[in-house]
Antibody, heavy 120, light 107 residues
Framework: EVQLVESGGGLVKPGGSLRLSCAASGFTFSNFVMNWVRQAPGKGLEWVSSISSSSNYMYYSDSMKGRFTISRDNGKNSLYLQMNSLRAEDTAVYYC?????????????WGQGTTVTVSS | DIQMTQSPSSLSASVGDRVTITCRASQSISTYLNWYQQKPGKAPELLIYAASSLQSGVPSRFSGSGSGTDFTLTISSLQPEDFATYYCQQSYSPPRTFGQGTKVEIK
């Protein structure tokens, strides 16, 4: 079964840091572009970041550039998001999503999400 | 950055209705346009990729069209399980922006 499972969410104070993880199974993780997408409470989807299959290319949304770092470990079938200098507006459900057939084919596999709350 | 604008933001429809949602890009994105469905408390699911290709397992009542800057998602005969929020997303260039969403509600 193709599966993505996120972890690492929680409550953090403004200015704090958090590292999200996403464990992949059921497909050849190392072959595919991976993404992070977030959704603030009651709001729409917001693309956060993506990383190429061999980590050659990483892209970020402007509002997260310099604060968030995406990475992956293909040997562990895992994706990560290091989040620093967190703000209240970073409060959201964070999803990892894979584009198994290439970016042009959309993100076809999603995790269930992990919740990040930034509050004092 | 490419801006994606969906319309309407919400709509009310009845079971059996034909529903059309539009998505406009701020610049040409060829056919690098995807559609997702999201139900409350659930992760999004891919419906349509490359503007008009139906994702495996998605019912044929869903269809997509368009190229360049203007795109359409059509549900030919709305079913009870289709009441959800729909998002377009461009995969032409990063940041890979989403539209603001269209909520389809029961009339």
């Amino acid at each position: 079964e193709v599966q993505l499972v996120e972890s690492g969410g929680g409550l953090v104070k403004p200015g704090g840091s958090l590292r999200l993880s996403c464990a992949a199974s059921g497909f050849t993780f190392s072959n595919f572009v991976m993404n992070w997408v977030r959704q603030a409470p009651g709001k729409g989807l917001e693309w956060v970041s993506s990383i190429s299959s061999s980590s050659n290319y990483m892209y970020y949304s402007d509002s997260m550039k310099g604060r968030f770092t995406i990475s992956r470990d293909n040997g562990k079938n895992s994706l990560y998001l290091q989040m620093n200098s967190l703000r209240a507006e970073d409060t959201a459900v964070y999803y990892c999503a894979g584009a198994r057939f290439g970016e042009a084919h959309g993100m076809d596999v999603w995790g269930q999400g992990t919740t990040v709350t930034v509050s004092s | 950055d490419i801006q994606m604008t969906q319309s309407p933001s919400s709509l009310s429809a009845s079971v059996g209705d034909r529903v059309t949602i539009t998505c406009r890009a701020s610049q040409s994105i060829s056919t690098y346009l995807n559609w997702y469905q999201q139900k409350p408390g659930k992760a999004p699911e891919l419906l349509i990729y490359a503007a008009s290709s139906l994702q495996s397992g998605v019912p044929s009542r869903f269809s997509g069209s368009g190229s360049g800057t203007d795109f359409t998602l059509t549900i030919s005969s709305l079913q009870p399980e289709d009441f959800a929020t729909y998002y377009c997303q461009q995969s032409y260039s990063p940041p890979r922006t989403f539209g603001q969403g269209t909520k389809v509600e029961i009339k």
